[in-house]
Every structure is written in structure tokens, then in C-alpha cells.
């Protein structure tokens, strides 16, 4: 049979294509054998090589093609991946088709599959050959892009979950922050200081946000400060406003308690007989003395009072005041001092300075009625220049304490929580109007139930500290016989001092102010031995009738009358002029002693008197 193949194939002329027989395909290669002499070439025979086309090489060419395959001879099947009764199925419809059917695909059904059917001819010319059909099932294809779907349906599920984490992330770490951050800015320009801010992690937002909560914190603290240094700027006006109200009456009262005073010690002096009289007139002067004393007070509050500066050694200055308070504060109260080896000298005026202390001690007194601790400190402190530093001196106690509302008003002149007729509500007044006056200020720390402490700044000063001097008990009022120019524009203290003066033996000479003073001064041919002056007058005041007088007429001795020290005056740091002063309203014992001891002065000592 390969024989008759053969001559078949030798006959078409074929070098290379595929012999059908006895149910097998061969793909064959027929190469001549030549014989090549010197001149000419014989062919001497021929090689024929080939292999069968099994289903081995079927189903290598259905991997290759991922498809079912199939080798036919002339419409016969001849080896296939399809099974059996799929390749009869498909030998049946293949010979149905016609004769000339195209190479197009097409569809055909193999049992319960559906395929599409390509066949290409392996074999040149028209006669009958091998060919070859590869059919890709309907049902894979659609199995694949099931399972092509299924994946794009997991890859969609998967972005999906990976979008909605990364939100989550996004959320977490950027947009939630950021909106709290953005409701903290708001909430700030609301006036919410307090508004909760997240501040976890370490990336930009967080930083940001921590910056921005600490400039909310130190902006609340600006603020905080503000509206304590306005509050106690308002607090500051207020004082000064009811300071020069408090002054002015005091003022006015001062010339007319004078006078009252006056009168009242002369009728004293005349009136001895009727017991009666007696009583109503001890009563005036009682009632004028109490009028007197808070008129003081006053003024002491205004700052319009002349103080007599000297520099001080706060330590003996309470030491001396310690000897007397423990009576005065009572046995139940445990008096402590606590002094400052290095503490500085002071500059103020030694009675004011122990009034400050009585005061203050008086009041911890009556703020522990059932006993308790009364401390005084002193030390130095260096000021910075808005804060109140360290522990400057101070008075503590252990009593009741004060709340807000009462510490808010404690410095204001008749605020008093003390029962009618128990307190007049000065003493804290006085308190505040001498440590003003003196160039410090006064500071007061307490709450209800802890106690006060009042913490007090004095203004440094340089220098040797002045010896106190002890006041000796009453005397007989002295007399004189000297000339004394009386110089006032109110007549009442006028008239009162001239009367009582004269009534002491002394030679008077009235003037109305320093011009009339003056005038009076170059008409009178004697001697003038003293000029009792007014401070304040129209025209001419007593300072510059003074230097006039004493210009004129140096061995004339001068006291000055004042009732308050004039605020432009306290203000420019001018010291009151370098002469005695007697203060108004006083008593005719206080002037008469006053007249004395000046006329009696000997230079030199003033000199050293004087600072
Ligand atoms: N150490 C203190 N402890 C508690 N409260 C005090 C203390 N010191 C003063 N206060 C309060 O301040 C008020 C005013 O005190 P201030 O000394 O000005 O007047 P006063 O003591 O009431 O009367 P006055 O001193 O004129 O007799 C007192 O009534 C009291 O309520
Ligand atoms: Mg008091």
C-alpha cells in the first residue's frame, strides 16, 4: 500500500504531504537520493520520512490550541480529541455538508455542547486531502467569561472594600481632626476657651492642632490678665474718685470742727459753776472729738493729709507697736513677729505707719472672736513690674476670712459687715490712703474660712533710720507774751485762734490772706516773733508768705496751719514746706503748745530738726 502511496505522490510530483491507508494519516517528506557524477547527476533513489498524525498529535495540537481538534481524510475522521461519539456526531454532519463548503466557520451541536467549527485543508490541489477542524466549545467560552466575570465582580468587590478603608484611613486621620480643629477656631471665635480638642498622633494635623491649643491657652491667659488689670483699674478710679469726694467734705468739716472745738474749750475754761452746762458742753466736745477723728480718717483716705515723712526701720517701728498690742488684741490671740535682719529702710510718716498696723490688728481681732494666730512679717522684695513677687510685708491672720464680694469693697470708706455701732467702716479706708500716700500699696489675699492675709509694699529709702521720740503725758497749757501775725481767710478759725491767743497773754495781728499779711507785716513798726499761716488761701498761700515774711523779717519763727495736703502737691513729690505745721481741726491745748514750742526753739536745734 505505501508502494502504491508512494507512486500516487511521485506522480502529482509532491516533495512533501500526507498518505491515507488502512485508517491511519501520515504526514510524509520525500527527499531524491542523487548521484553526483563528474559531468551529469543521477538520482539513485528516494528517502521517504513521515509520522503518523495520531490522537498523540491530536491532542497536542487541542493543548496548543486550548480547543477540541480534529484530523480528517476527506470528510473521514481520522484521529481526534473529541470523544467518540462526538467525532461520529461531527463525521455525520461534516459529510452532510456540501461538497464545497468554505474554511468560514461554523456552528455546529455535538450532543449537548454547542461548537464553533473552523476547518483548514493541510493538503495542496483540489483532490480530496487532509484537513484540519478545531472546534472551540460554546459552553467553555461562556464557562471562561463566567469565571472572567466572577473575577471583575471580586475585583469590583475588592476596590470597593480597599476605597472604603482608605476613607476610613483618610477619615481617621485627616477629615475628623480637621473638622474639630475647624469647631475649635469656631467655638474660640464664640468666646468658648473650653471647647475639647483631639490631639493624637504626630502628623501635621495634630501639630497643628496642638499649636493651636496652646495659642487658645495663652490668649485665655492674656485675656484673664486684661480683665483683672481693668478691673483693678476701675477699682483704682473708683477710690479716687470717692477719695476726692471724701476730701472735700473732710475739708469743709476740718474748718468747721475747728471752730466747734474752739469754742467749746473756751466755754469749758469760763463756765465752772452749773453742772448742767458742764455735761452739755463735755458732750460737744465728745461729739466734736469723734466728728474729728473720722474727719481724719477722711482725709487720711483722700491722701490729703500732711504727713511728716521720716525714714524708717520697719522692724522697730513694729517692735515698739508689738509691746502694746497683745492688750489690745486680747490674751486669746497669739501674737507673733516675724522681723528681717536685712530689711531695708522706709520712708513714711512713723504715726501713720503705726496706725496702719492698729488698724489692721484690730480688724484681725475682731475677725477671730474665739482666738487664733495674728502674724506680721517683714521683708525686703524686689518688684517686677506688674507682678506681685515673693512675701512682702504683711499681717495674716487666722480668722473667718472674707468672701469676694465683702474683699471687692474692704478699702472703701464706710463699708463696714460689723453690727451698727460696732464699726464705722475707716479703718481699712485709712489704712489705704496712708500706704498710698506714703508711695506703696496694699494687696489683701483671703477666702471665707482661711483667714486674711494683707500684704503691704513701702517704697524703699536710703539713709539713717529716725529715733522715735516718746511723747510725755499732758501739761498745763503755756502762755506767752509775744506778737503772733494770725494770717486765715476762714473768719471762724480766724477769730478763734486770735481770741484764744490773746486770751494767753500774746500780742495778735490779724490778716485775711498773705497779701493783707503782708502789708500788715511792713506797717507794723515791732516785732513780729511768730506768723501762724493758713496753707491754703486765695491770693497769696501760706508758702509764699513764708519766704516773703522771712525775706523780710528773718527772725520771725512760722507755723503753718493745714487742714489736708493739696493733691498737686502730694502728686510732685513736693515735700510741704520746711516749717512746723499744726493740723486741722486742733484743739486750743494742741495750738497753744505748738506756739510755744517754736517760739522757744533755738536755731540750731531746728536745723537739726528739720531734714
Ligand atoms: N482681717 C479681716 N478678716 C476678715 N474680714 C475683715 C478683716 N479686715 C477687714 N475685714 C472686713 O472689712 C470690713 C471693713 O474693714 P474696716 O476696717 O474698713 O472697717 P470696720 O473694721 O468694719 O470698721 P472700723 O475699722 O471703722 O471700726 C470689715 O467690716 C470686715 O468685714
Ligand atoms: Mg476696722
Known sequence: M????????????????????GDHLYEILIQPIDFEGASSKTTIGLLVVGHEIDSAVAKSFGELAASEVAFSWARIIVSSTLAPEQQQELSRQVAALPATAPDAPQEIQLGSERYLVTTV??????????????????????????????????????AIAVGTLLGFVLSATFTRPLGNLVAGVRALEGGNYSFPLQNSGQDEV??????????????????????????????AHKMEAVGRLAGGVAHDFNNLLTIIRGHADMLTDRVTADEGSER??????????????????LLAFSRMQVLQPRILDLNSVVVEMGKMLPRLIGEHIEYSFEPDPELANIKADPSQVEQVLLNLAV?????????????????????????????????????????????????????????????????LATVYGIVKQSGGFIWVES????????????PQARGPAYVMEKVSGSKAVPLGSETVLVVEDESGVRDLACQFLRSGGYTVLEAVDGVDALEISTRYSGTIHLLLSDMVMPRMGGAELTQRIRAARPA??????????????????????????????FSLTSLAEKVREVLTEKPAKEAGQRR
Do not use: C
Open 2 to 21: 505505501a508502494q502504491e502511496l508512494l507512486q500516487k505522490s511521485i506522480a502529482a510530483g509532491e516533495a512533501r504531504g500526507f498518505w491515507y491507508g
Open 121 to 158: 485543508s493541510l493538503s495542496s490541489g483540489t483532490r480530496p486531502g487532509a484537513s484540519l477542524s478545531v472546534l472551540r466549545s460554546f459552553d467553555k467560552a461562556t464557562l471562561f467569561l463566567t469565571q472572567l466575570n466572577r473575577i471583575l465582580l471580586g475585583l469590583g468587590f475588592l
Open 206 to 235: 495634630a501639630v497643628v492642632t496642638g499649636a493651636f491649643g496652646r495659642m487658645r491657652d495663652s490668649l485665655q491667659k492674656v485675656q484673664l490678665e486684661q480683665r483683672e488689670l481693668e478691673a483693678r483699674l476701675r477699682q
Open 280 to 297: 452739755n458742753l463735755e458732750q460737744i466736745q465728745k461729739a466734736t472729738g469723734r466728728a474729728v477723728s473720722m474727719t481724719r480718717q
Open 363 to 427: 480688724n484681725a481681732r475682731d475677725a477671730m472672736p474665739n482666738g487664733g494666730k495674728l502674724t506680721v512679717k517683714a521683708s525686703n522684695v524686689q518688684m517686677e513690674v506688674s507682678a506681685v513677687a515673693r512675701r512682702p510685708s504683711s499681717i495674716s491672720d487666722t480668722g473667718h476670712g472674707m468672701d469676694p464680694e465683702t474683699k471687692a469693697h474692704i478699702f472703701e470708706p464706710f463699708f463696714t459687715t460689723k453690727e451698727v455701732g460696732k464699726g464705722t467702716g475707716l479703718g
Open 447 to 458: 477666702s471665707p474660712g482661711t483667714g486674711a492675709t494683707f500684704e503691704i509694699y513701702f
Open 556 to 585: 520771725t519763727k512760722v507755723v503753718l496751719m493745714s487742714g489736708y495736703a493739696e493733691y498737686s502737691e502730694a502728686n510732685s513729690g513736693k515735700e510741704s514746706p520746711q516749717v512746723p505745721t499744726i493740723q486741722k481741726p
